[in-house]
């Protein structure tokens, strides 16, 4: 395969200007980031000390083999929501790897409101069982939850996708034939209770871990019974009494060795196979994509050049070059894996949706996972177009995307606007993962349309009532508007929502594509199969 | 087709295969029978060709591969050849640069009568919320660029022309 030849002057001032730019945004980006995992008020770290119990990275520590990548999921997820007092939603969620094996990791953070499951907490939890489900990847929890959040209740409890959709994962986990293992380090009181129960192996920590339904305030009140924490539902009762627990831990240290010894005897599915070439890092350096992405999101830049520093060798066989030329289609390897990779260069007209449909289709046929980079303002709009039948050009591109059996990756690498996304394989979609880059936008259209066209709306209304509208007038109606909607589109909304799986510092995005490909192969591929193409 | 190899400088194409017996290197000018037998030493090999034996030393990096032979070190590079017979893409190209799409010249950065060279941007179109950069298809000097800043333009509309090139 031919090594893509990059056209860029790293010493241009055009490269400089916009390298500069991204560290800057990259700055903020560690650095919230870092505080999220490991910043808490004193009296939280203190709490947890007093109960003799671990943090959840230093638990994560214990379980993961040392020296090996943790794909950490929805890191900044909450982080606009509750006045940013909810880091990561208090919850870790992941892929990481015990005893050679790949699992998917649910973790309670109880330095967060005592690990209470809030709205986004529930969001966080379902998704990364989700993925455990797609990828056919064992789950390993931690449990350490205050149980839900009682004044967001409804934000927790009662709809499809939240707190029973947990639990039903779990039991459509099982009866898939996939091993859950629950580490109980804290209680599990109420719905919680239901986390180690529905697991095939828990363990329970002495002294720290208990399990039930009804904790002693409650059973106080409901029935007058006073009982203790550990009569009622802890380690050795459960484990020699009840049978709701299945093994002691004398301590965490003890609790981790047992979930790994667990693990260490599963049988092994054998992976999915296909097409592989030998690793090799790509010939550009990933950290040149600073300079790469332009600094106003405006700017048109050549997806090749990303490609160039993302796959193996910087090594590109492209497909249909000279037709559709806003989508480009071709083959490459990340981590060795071959992989069909679709990204925009430009607007989607009708050659680049039918090219884009084609490709998939080729890719499906032949088994090659999909690889999608979004810089996306939408299709193509106007008379012309329209008459050559652009939506239902896009309807081909969507009904190609969407009955894959491949598996699919999306990175949100620069624009994702309106129909676009869902070409491109956004949230709806079903990308085993989707992660953003952290200067990224997201909306049905950009801010300054959305604004516009809000703001037009409301002047119209108000010359309608007969009243004329200074320029002040215009800009105090207008820019309130375009300020929310600047907000409503970046990445840290979305990402704070869980409308991705994470941002992604732009030169990580190799290693999570390449960890990403590896979990999806412990699921098989389905033969194709479609629905009817609009021709 | 033969593997394309550069050995020093010089262009050569082979292609190596077995003829149950032994190895045979088969070269533009006919095929040869060889053997390869790795020694004790680090790269160290001894070649039989033609009933004579030479030892060389062979370190392998990732854009060439260094033989040292008979005194002398050669550095042969692989060539792909879908890219040295890919040819100058298409010929000539346009002296006209095309609307991709309806939309709005934003700004324009040559005038007509300028001396321009290959990829210069010449003007900024927005269309669909994106600005494009439209750069000169080759060195050249610009004769027309009809459209000013703020002026809309359709679907394949000219908005720019390169004078004809001389012979």
């Avoid at chain 1, 939408?378 to 008459?387: F, I, K, N, Q």
């Avoid at chain 1, 604004?451 to 200074?470: C, S, W």
């Avoid at chain 1, 190799?510 to 699921?523: D, E, K, P, Q, V």
């Amino acid at each position: 395969m031919r090594r893509i030849e990059s056209q860029i002057d790293t010493n241009a001032p055009d490269f400089k200007a916009n390298h500069a730019a991204m560290s800057e945004r990259l700055k903020e980006f560690h650095a919230r980031q870092h505080a999220t995992r490991f910043e808490r008020p004193q009296r939280d770290i203190d709490r947890l000390a007093r109960q003799d119990k671990l943090g959840v990275r230093e638990r994560l520590k214990l379980l993961l083999d040392p020296g090996t990548p943790f794909l950490e999921f929805s890191t900044l997820a909450a982080c606009r929501e509750y006045d940013g007092a909810v880091p990561g939603a208090a919850v870790v969620t992941g892929i990481g790897i015990v005893q050679g094996r790949e699992v998917a990791i649910h973790a309670n953070d109880a330095s967060v409101k005592g690990g209470a499951w809030y709205p986004h907490t529930v969001k966080k939890i379902v998704r990364l069982l989700d993925v455990a489900l797609e990828n056919r990847l064992p789950v390993i929890h931690i449990c350490d939850s205050a149980g839900g959040f009682l004044p967001l209740q409804h934000g927790v409890f009662p709809d499809r996708y939240l707190g029973g959709r947990v639990f039903r994962n779990q039991v459509k986990l099982s009866q898939a034939n996939i091993p859950q293992i629950a580490v109980v380090g804290g209680h599990c009181t109420a719905g919680g209770a239901y986390v180690p129960t529905l697991s095939d192996y828990n363990i329970i920590i002495e002294g720290t871990g208990a399990i039930f339904l009804g904790g002693p305030p409650l059973v106080k009140a409901a029935t007058g019974e006073e009982v203790g924490v550990q009569e009622l539902g802890g380690a050795v009762m459960h484990t020699s009494v009840s049978g709701t627990g299945d093994y002691r831990a004398a301590t965490e240290q003890h609790a981790f060795s047992l979930a790994r010894e667990i693990v260490s005897q599963w049988k092994r599915t054998p992976k999915t196979i296909i097409e592989t070439a030998t690793f090799e890092e790509p010939y550009y350096d990933p950290k040149e994509l600073y300079g790469i992405i332009p600094k106003d999101r405006k700017t048109q830049f050549d997806m090749r050049e990303v490609l160039a520093r993302i796959v193996d060798g910087s090594r590109f066989h492209e497909y249909q070059p000279d037709y559709g030329t806003t989508m480009i289609c071709g083959f490459a390897h990340i981590w060795g894996y071959k992989v069909g990779i679709l990204a925009n260069n430009g607007v989607l007209f009708n050659d680049s949706s039918l090219k884009a449909a084609h490709f998939m289709q080729l890719c499906n046929q032949n088994r090659t996972p999909l690889v999608f980079f979004q810089n996306i303002t939408g299709y193509m709009v106007g008379r012309e177009y329209e008459e050559r039948g652009i939506a239902k050009d896009g309807a081909k591109m969507l009904m190609a995307q969407g009955g894959s059996v491949v598996p699919k990756f999306t990175v949100i690498a620069n624009a994702s606007y309106g129909a676009g996304n869902y070409g491109m394989c956004g949230r709806a979609w079903d990308a085993r993962t989707l992660f953003m880059w952290p200067q990224a936008e997201i909306g049905v259209m950009g801010a300054d349309q959305a604004a516009n066209t809000m703001a037009d709306v409301k002047i119209r209304q108000l010359q309608r009532e007969g009243k004329e509208l200074t320029e002040e007038e215009i800009a105090a109606i207008r820019d309130p508007v375009l300020e929310k909607f600047r907000q409503d589109v970046e990445a840290y909304t979305s990402t704070s929502e869980l409308w991705d799986d994470g941002i992604l510092d732009p030169a990580d995005t190799r290693n999570a594509l390449g960890m990403s490909i590896s979990a999806s192969l412990n699921a098989p591929i389905d033969d194709p199969h479609y629905g009817i193409f609009r021709l | 087709m033969r593997r394309i190899y550069q050995i020093d400088g010089e262009e050569t194409e082979c292609w190596l295969s077995h003829d149950g017996r032994s190895m045979i290197l088969n070269t533009p000018d006919g095929a040869i029978p060889c053997q390869l037998d790795a020694t004790e030493a680090p790269g160290g090999y001894t070649l039989r060709v033609r009933g004579r034996t030479y030892d060389m030393r062979v370190a392998v990096g990732p854009d060439a591969t260094f033989v040292h032979l008979n005194g002398r070190t050669f550095a042969i590079g692989r060539v792909d050849p879908a890219e040295r017979l890919a040819g100058n893409d298409g010929g000539a190209v346009d002296d006209r640069i095309v609307a991709p799409m309806p939309g709005v010249v934003v700004s324009v950065n040559a005038k007509a009568g300028d001396q321009v060279k290959e990829g210069q941007p010449l003007l900024v179109i927005e269309s669909m919320k994106l600005e494009t950069s439209l750069t000169a298809p080759r060195d050249g000097v610009i004769a027309e660029i009809p459209f000013a800043a703020g002026d809309s333009f359709g679907l394949k509309a000219t908005l720019a022309q390169l004078a004809p090139q001389e012979e």
